[in-house]
DNA sequence: TGCGATGTAAACAGCC
DNA sequence: TGGCTGTTTACATCGC
């Protein structure tokens, strides 16, 4: 919804944004017109300018409550909105007050923000009104008129653009063909002869609507009958009829106030379902009830201001408040319609809360998330797996994209979740973004033990191929998958550039970063074999040298080899690599009394997959013919021009320590299924 | 805290 | 001469 973010706002200056002169100033800047009403004590206000002045005001009040948005929904008490420098949206400031229809500003605002729009246009002309009122002779009572009827008029044509609004969304399906019963009570409570109440009782002057009529022709009456046909009148018929729990006596008039107010305290009561009143922090008193207030805080009082909607009233002290609160705030007209303006603007956040958060659970369950499942955020990482490229999760999704359906991320989480799952604590770390741009985090063991490249590749292809999103691979793991993954098994240099960027959008960038890496892997590692023929100079990958990497220390602990292999995750291998495992001479681990010499096959498996499971894979795949993927020895070639020999000492692994572990590990099926990827070779 | 793995950056040399 | 390729070193970060 918003359009711009925070940090393409601009920041006007406080002489910008503080009120209806700099407005003026703001909306004659193009149009070259001086004066007008400027706040120069020269010349009167005429209705058009104050009309203009209406319209200005709507715009800078949709400016603060897009910038409110903007900054969460703990947006600053209207004071501080106004001491400090506004932030305006780009896109809203660039736009001159007269380029704002009110079609536009529908089109700018969702329901809610126009409620809150026309919430903080009252409070602007509250302040207005009291200036009118301090400033004597300002204003003629003629103008108030002609600012009332402004006023009038706008908040008419905003709630009927909000009401048309409302209908579309209807029609889109976007909310609610019916109304809620809340809905129905604010539609009926704001309606404009409401407002015009409103507005008489907030203002304290009398409405001068036959004047108004006659200046404007406007019937209000029929304006309002037909502003809110769309919602039918019932919530003041249905005001209960019950006295204020303090026994207060009231004059018919007091009587209706504290009605009314009994009306949104159950209203927010059987709607929100909470047991607090909107305005009271914990009981439901009405205003005039001191219990409460003497508590040391209150949510109306902060920074030693009254931080009643529209109201900035300096209090020094607590008891200056509650005093102040008791006189200027008692239960009224005013007071109550107030309430009921917050209640609604309260109200209409909680429902696009409900509408974002309905939206993010989409959003996730699409992405194949787990928004809803509760892990402590302290869980180990696992999105950023081990030796994955990730330099930190902002960088691996630099442009907001969701993180990649890999099924990487889930193997080394304790908790098992299934394939393609992101975990929360994945959202989480992805939302602790780093501010400066270098530096790498990887995250052990997904890319050493858990991580298929193939399977996840082969998964996630596309992802890769259109998303710039970072692979959580290793560089080594990349360049060896590309090799294995060419005819010959081998590749030259640009053949291995081409390959990163064929298959992933994140290597279209930076080239000169990534194929720095690149060339360094290959010569950092003696897994990798340069070998000379014909082309010149191609790659190949030494696979015993491959596996001969560090593996995990899994030495001797039944307890941290379960783990292991508890997080292994097995739901992220794919069926058909299940079922190739399953047929595969890895069988033998789950043989309970593996105390056989295992073949040279099976010698080879158990090299195998510490770094990845696709090394597994390709080699199951080898052996149950599932594709042309060599054996280890096969990928090892034979012709090693690297100055240091690989002392491939032949593989002396003690295959009893293996099942010793296999023994020791009565794992269910499914985790049992997982050890055949473990690493066993350093398992003594 | 130390160590290994990994990523990044950079310098350098050789070759085309 | 510039770019590519390959090697090496240094440093930072992370997980164990």
């Not at 209207?78 to 896109?91: A, D, G, I, T």
């Not at 303006?341 to 809360?353: D, G, K, P």
Request: negative net charge; contains cysteine.
């Amino acid at each position: 919804m918003m359009v711009e973010s925070a940090s393409e706002t601009i920041r006007t200056t406080p002489s910008n944004q503080n009120g209806v002169s700099s407005l003026s100033s703001q909306s004659d800047g193009g149009g070259g017109r001086e004066g007008g009403s400027n706040g120069d004590t020269n010349g009167e206000i005429s209705p058009v300018d104050l009309l203009h002045l209406q319209q200005q005001q709507a715009l800078q009040a949709a400016r603060q409550f897009l910038l409110q948005q903007a900054s969460g929904l703990n947006s600053p008490s209207s004071n501080e909105v106004k001491q400090s420098p506004v932030q305006v949206p780009v896109s809203m400031a660039m736009m001159s007050p007269q380029m704002i229809t009110p079609q536009q500003m529908q089109q700018i605002l969702s329901p809610p923000q126009l409620q809150a729009l026309l919430q903080q246009q009252q409070a602007l002309m509250l302040q207005q009104v009291r200036l009118t009122h301090t400033h004597s002779g300002w204003i003629l009572s003629k103008q108030i008129g002609s600012k009332q009827l402004a006023f009038q008029q706008q908040l008419i044509q905003m709630q009927q653009l909000q009401q048309q609004h409302i209908l579309n969304l209807q029609r889109q399906g976007l909310v609610p063909l019916q109304p809620t019963a809340a809905m129905q009570s604010l539609q009926q409570a704001m309606c404009p002869s409401d407002l015009q109440q409103l507005w008489k009782e907030v203002s304290g002057v009398p409405s001068s609507e036959e004047a108004l009529k006659q200046a404007e022709g406007l019937d209000l009456s029929t304006n309002s009958s037909n502003s809110t046909s769309a919602f039918p009148k019932a919530a003041s018929a249905h005001i209960p009829l019950h006295s204020l729990p303090n026994g207060q006596s009231h004059t018919p008039k007091r009587d209706r106030y504290a009605r009314l107010f009994e009306w949104i305290s159950s209203f927010t009561k059987a709607d929100s379902g909470d047991d607090h009143a909107p305005l009271y922090s914990k009981g439901s008193q009405p205003p005039s009830s001191h219990h409460e207030e003497h508590a040391g805080s209150h949510p109306l009082y902060g920074h030693g201001e009254c931080k009643w909607p529209g109201c900035e009233a300096l209090c020094e002290d607590m008891g200056q408040f509650i005093k102040h609160l008791n006189n200027e705030h008692a239960l009224d007209d005013r007071s109550t319609a107030q309430c009921r303006v917050q209640m609604q603007v309260v109200q209409q956040l909680e429902i696009q809360l409900a509408k974002e958060s309905e939206r993010l659970q989409a959003m996730m369950t699409h992405l194949h998330m787990r928004p809803s499942e509760p892990k402590p955020f302290n869980q180990p990482l696992n999105l950023a797996s081990s030796g994955s490229l990730l330099k930190r999760d902002s960088d691996a999704y630099p442009e907001g994209l969701p993180h990649p359906p890999t099924s990487a991320a889930t193997p080394i989480t304790p908790l098992r979740q299934g394939p393609s799952v992101i975990s929360s604590s994945s959202l989480h770390t992805h939302s602790h973004s780093h501010t400066h741009a270098v530096g790498p985090i990887r995250r052990r063991n997904s890319d050493k033990y858990c991580t298929p490249i193939a399977s996840e590749l082969a998964q996630n292809c596309e992802f890769y191929k259109n998303a710039d999103v970072r692979p959580p691979f290793t560089y080594a793991s990349l360049i060896r998958h590309a090799i294995l993954e060419s005819p010959d098994r081998q590749l030259t240099l640009n053949e291995i550039y081409n390959w990163f960027t064929r298959k992933f959008a994140y290597f279209r960038r930076n080239t000169a970063t990534w194929k720095n890496a690149v060339r360094h892997n290959l010569s950092l590692h003696k897994c990798f074999v340069r070998v000379e023929n014909v082309k010149g100079a191609v790659w190949t990958v030494d696979e015993v040298e491959y596996q001969k990497r560090r593996p995990p220390k899994m030495t001797g602990s039944p307890t941290l080899v379960k783990n292991m292999i508890s997080g292994l995750g097995f739901g992220s291998l794919n069926a058909s690599y299940q079922a190739a495992l399953a047929e595969s001479s890895l069988s033998l681990l789950n043989s309970p009394p593996l105390v056989t010499p295992p073949s040279a096959a099976s010698l080879n498996m158990l090299h195998v997959g510490h770094d990845d499971v696709s090394s597994t894979v390709e080699q199951v795949n080898s052996n149950g013919s599932c594709s042309p993927t060599l054996s280890p020895q096969q990928y090892s070639h034979p012709v090693h021009v690297k100055e240091e020999p690989t002392e491939v000492e032949e593989d002396s692994r003690p295959v009893s320590l293996l099942a010793g572990v296999t023994h020791s590990l009565p794992l269910p099926s499914d985790e049992r299924d997982l050890e055949e990827d473990l690493p066993t070779e350093e398992l003594e």
